[in-house]
């Protein structure tokens, strides 16, 4: 299994999804520049990382979408590739059309950063087996309030593409506590605004994200 | 345009005065141009030469085992063993931001990110010590909130976790708040930086952002008090762009890597000039530069304003030569402007050229060698080590006796409410709403948090790349944290700030960490008044004091004086904050200890002297009666070693289940501390008994509440036996209360919601 994560100018997370999956997990990972034009043969798993890409301007992940690389990632979705993007990687997402929605500014219009419970609303690759499962894992965002239109969220809803829903309280405002979405052709895109990365070993306060890195690990030697 | 005539009135305006002016004349043997009297009002301000502060400092213990660089570099240098270094240090950026707090405090965390980063290392936590005005004076709220945004703003977006820090509030700070910004980085020792300007024919490179006109003469603007006129200053505060930094920062790091550089430096408060002349100077070189090749922003600069301006994220490099296409190719990548615009020379002097009326913006060709003029040209050291430097006279407040007479005894008390009302005021209670601003956790070396223990600990990576592209790298663990209690500071400088140094050490020892070094940012009032610099005198030798007894040197620091604001009844100057920033190290992971009590059945105890119960300068007396006053407690240094020492050693034999050091609200706070922080409580038996604040809320110094499994009693009793620090049982943990006994009883939750609440009188 190859794993790569894609870094942005401004990508600051990415050292914590780098940690997560080659030093936790244990699946050889690599770091891509955006400016290449193609990802390495044989990647099994891109991940978008958090941060704050091209420095947020004009919207987060509104001009990451343009990134050489992002060409590349789209046809590895679209090709049924798993793709993850996590935070700021959620926001280039649904920028780039890849994701339903948006994100905008949190309801309580401030940075947030603490740990949040999510639970685990659909299965598919990054959440075989977690189904009903309450994690614990970190926010750190500005802009993680999940909005669609109603006939988007309806859809999400009847084609249970929630992944995650926040449990207890809402730290942003997101529709329907809307914590991630599913999407691609094989329920092969996950975007999500809490840090899995951020919650692999016990050092640091939870291990609930591993279950999710762990999850799309086996999805991926499973195939 | 012609410059204006340089005389003695225009020196004055520069805030220079009569002497300083004609020293700068006989430097040169004639009158200096406009540009070098601009050079000379920056170099030669307080803030950069530190005129009226160097001589005290001297005093400062700078030294130590693990000392590889002290003060006067851009950051301090710790060994932290296996190859690895802690590079550090704390900054003030006080009176931008209280002239415009968003970007005054996002400014102060790049510029404390540069001074790091330019060492070679990474940068791995921020913390930020915050004073502001009271509580319901009505420029508090939108000061903090502003200043809190703005640290997040930058520090979050750069992917540095802000992992703990400081606030408090005292009307003293009405007028002049405090934004010092702490950042600690880790770097290869054999991979260190310099700022020097060393081998003749170097070139030297401008890299990062383009020039304008943000910031000129910010360097004098800190450098004097605050008038009404101040926040018509707006437009010299610096404007930060986090992205732009995190470029930088990236580039920097594989410039480093790749072996091509001589040195480097941040362009910080008086921009191109300062980093350029300190190269030369550290080097014993001189430097000509050319300022027709500097990028800029603004459209026909002069070179008076290039110079001058402190525009962000801006960076000098010297390359060895032939190496600085290697430089232009790694900012290309990062798509950051660089380019020559200069080299070292062997004349000692500095050298500036530019071709008057050129502006590379209207397009215009670069002009010949013939068309340049030299704007400036000064010998190095007169700008440097030969700066003015004055031991200005010091006078102690004769006001202080009158505030040690006050007698606290004589205030109502009443030991249940009084716990709750200390737990929710401002300066005690919880700081959620401020650390969860801040993203704490990025870069997953955060294993304690903001709020869980008397430190921040982090788990730091050393790999040779700090890219991740080593298996497994190895770990450091680190605490951090900084502190001042600046009211005993107001009350007797000496004391306070004995108290102030063994106070954050201590809090390194609670988690289990030795600490390694301190940087410091001594704030101050105005250095022309004798009693501030005898507030300042006093205040250093109480620093030595303290570091001597604990073995702990100074690595790096800042000076931030002019701290007032002229008012109604005269000069309103802040309360003495010599803050500290303290850095531990772990000799392996389990040491850590955090402040909640962990389970029922652990005993709970006081390490350290039950003390006098001095209630000077105490919160309970702030809370009471808003003033501060009242005879302030004293320390025994020796004892705090012997304290922190057994401290350290108990959390390596891991024999405490907790520590948490008592502080503003003495033992009673620092009790439901420990209840909340895990919703954990404990029936314990208070030395002095439960009917006098004294005995509750007494904030004498080296004192500890530790927790610890019963069969672990023996063994804590005879280290701290051993040790000669006095251990007292105090009771158990368990239940959902914090009982004294013959006292009042609480419960952790009424606690907790006490302690949740204390910033919303602030922030709403």
Not at chain 1, 71 to 88: K, P, S, T
Not at chain 2, 451 to 461: E, K, Y
Not at chain 2, 641 to 669: T, W
Not at chain 2, 723 to 740: E, F, I, R, Y
């Amino acid at each position: 299994m190859k794993a790569v994560v894609v870094q942005f100018p401004g990508s600051n997370a990415d050292w914590d999804a780098m940690r997560a999956l080659r030093d936790v997990v244990n699946v050889p990972t690599e770091f891509v520049f955006h400016k290449s034009a193609t990802l390495p043969k044989g990647t099994d798993l891109v991940v978008l990382p958090g941060g704050f890409a091209h420095g947020d301007y004009l919207r987060c992940g509104a001009i990451a979408r343009f990134s050489p690389i992002m060409a590349d990632v789209r046809r590895h979705a679209e090709q049924g590739g798993f793709l993850l993007g996590i935070c700021n990687g959620f926001q280039v997402l649904t920028e780039a059309g890849l994701l339903p929605g948006a994100l905008t500014r949190n309801a309580h219009l401030r940075f947030e950063c603490r740990d949040v419970r999510v639970r685990v609303e659909s299965e598919g690759a990054f959440t075989a087996g977690l189904l009903g499962d309450e994690l614990r894992i970190p926010i750190a965002h500005a802009e993680g309030r999940y909005q669609a239109d109603e006939a988007t969220v309806a859809m999400l809803e009847k084609e249970r593409r929630v992944a995650f829903r926040y449990v207890g309280d809402n730290p942003n405002g997101s529709r329907n506590d809307i914590a991630g979405v599913y999407g691609g052709p094989k329920r092969n895109v996950l975007g999500l605004m809490p840090h899995p990365e951020r919650a692999c070993e016990p050092a640091l306060g939870s291990a609930d994200g591993k279950k999710i890195l762990a999850a799309i690990t086996r999805a991926t030697l499973a195939r | 345009m012609s410059e204006p005539v340089v005389d003695a009135a225009l020196a004055r305006e520069h805030g220079l005065s009569n002497e300083e002016y004609e020293r700068a004349c006989s430097a040169l043997g004639r009158v200096p141009s406009f540009t070098e009297l601009g050079v000379f009002s920056v170099m030669w301000s307080e803030h950069c030469s530190y005129k009226s502060s160097r001589v005290h400092l001297s005093r400062l213990p700078t030294k130590g085992r693990r000392v590889i660089q002290g003060p006067g570099e851009n950051a301090g240098v710790v060994d932290i063993g296996d190859g690895w270094t802690a590079v550090f240090k704390m900054e003030s950026h006080n009176h931008p931001s209280y002239i415009e707090p968003y970007q005054g405090a996002a400014t102060g965390v790049g510029g404390i990110l540069r001074d790091v980063f330019t060492m070679g290392a990474r940068p791995v936590a921020l913390m930020n010590s915050l004073r502001f005005g009271a509580p319901d004076h009505p420029k508090t709220r939108g000061l903090m909130t502003g200043v809190v945004a703005g640290i997040a703003g930058y520090g979050n977006a750069i992917g540095v976790p802000t992992v703990a820090g400081d606030v408090q509030f005292d009307s003293a700070y009405n007028g002049n708040i405090l934004v010092n910004a702490f950042a600690l980085g880790v770097a290869k020792k054999d991979k260190l930086f310099y700022g020097r300007a060393a081998g003749v024919g170097n070139p030297i490179l401008y890299v990062g952002a383009r020039t304008g006109r943000d910031g000129i003469h910010g360097a004098t603007m800190a450098s004097a008090e605050f008038d009404e006129e101040s926040e018509a200053k707006r437009p010299t505060v610096q404007v930060g762009d986090p992205f732009m930094e995190k470029l930088l920062l990236e580039a920097c790091l594989e410039i480093f890597n790749a072996n091509i550089l001589e040195g480097v430096q941040d362009m910080g408060a008086a921009g191109l000039t300062s980093s350029t002349v300190e190269m030369a100077g550290r080097a014993g070189t001189g430097v000509e530069l050319d300022l027709d090749l500097v990028p800029r922003r603004a459209k026909k600069l002069l070179p008076y304003e290039i110079l001058l301006s402190e525009s962000q994220e801006r960076m000098v490099m010297v390359a060895r030569k032939g190496m600085e296409d290697r430089v232009l190719e790694i900012c290309k990548k990062w798509d950051l402007d660089a380019c020559v615009i200069g080299r070292v020379t062997d004349t000692g002097r500095w050298v500036i050229k530019a071709t008057p009326g050129y502006d590379p913006l209207s397009g215009e060709p670069l002009p010949s060698e013939d068309q340049k003029k030299v704007f400036v040209d000064i010998p190095v050291p007169v700008l440097t080590d030969d700066a003015p430097k004055y031991e200005r006279p010091c006078v102690e407040d004769p006001r202080k006796q009158e505030r040690f007479a006050f007698d606290a005894s004589a205030l109502p008390f009443d030991g249940k409410t009084d716990l709750l009302s200390l737990l929710s005021s401002p300066n005690v209670g919880s700081r959620a709403w401020v650390y969860r601003q801040y993203d704490h956790i990025v870069r997953v070396g955060t294993a304690v948090r903001p709020g869980a223990a008397d430190a921040a600990v982090i788990r730091v990576f050393c790999d040779d790349s700090m890219t991740g592209t080593t298996p497994m790298p190895r770990e450091k663990w680190l605490a951090v944290k900084s502190d001042c209690n600046g009211r005993f500071c107001e009350l007797d400088p000496k004391t306070g700030a004995q108290m102030a140094v063994a106070e954050v050490c201590r809090n390194l020892a609670c988690v289990g960490a030795e600490a390694i070094g301190l940087t410091d940012c001594l704030n101050f009032g105005s250095a022309q008044r004798p009693e501030i610099m005898a507030q300042f005198r006093d205040a250093i030798d109480g620093m030595r004091d303290a570091c001597l007894a604990l073995d702990v040197p100074i690595v790096s620091g800042n000076v931030s004086l002019y701290n007032e604001t002229e008012g109604a009844d005269g000069p309103q100057a802040i309360l003495p904050t010599p803050m500290l920033g303290a850095v531990g190290l772990f000799d392996k992971p389990n040491d850590v200890v955090t402040m909640g009590f962990k389970r029922s059945g652990d005993v709970v105890a006081l390490l350290g002297p039950v003390g006098e119960g001095a209630l000077g300068g105490s919160e309970f007396v702030w809370t009471k009666t808003g003033k501060i006053q009242g005879k302030p407690p004293t320390i025994d240094l020796a004892m705090e070693a012997r304290l922190q020492k057994l401290l350290v050693s108990l959390a390596r034999r891991g024999l405490l289940s907790s520590a948490h050091d008592c502080a503003e609200g003495g033992i009673a706070v620092a009790l439901a501390e420990c209840t909340i922080a895990t919703n954990t409580g404990a029936t314990v038996s208070v030395p002095n008994g439960t009917s006098t604040a004294s005995a509750l809320f007494g904030e004498d110094p080296t004192r500890v509440i530790v927790s610890f499994l019963p069969q672990q009693e023996e063994l804590v009793r005879r280290a701290a036996s051993e040790a000669a620090v006095p251990l007292l049982v105090l009771g158990k943990t368990g239940g959902d209360s914090l009982s004294l006994e013959g006292g009042p009883s609480w419960t952790v939750y009424e606690l907790a919601v006490a302690h949740a609440k204390a910033l919303e009188p602030v922030v709403g």
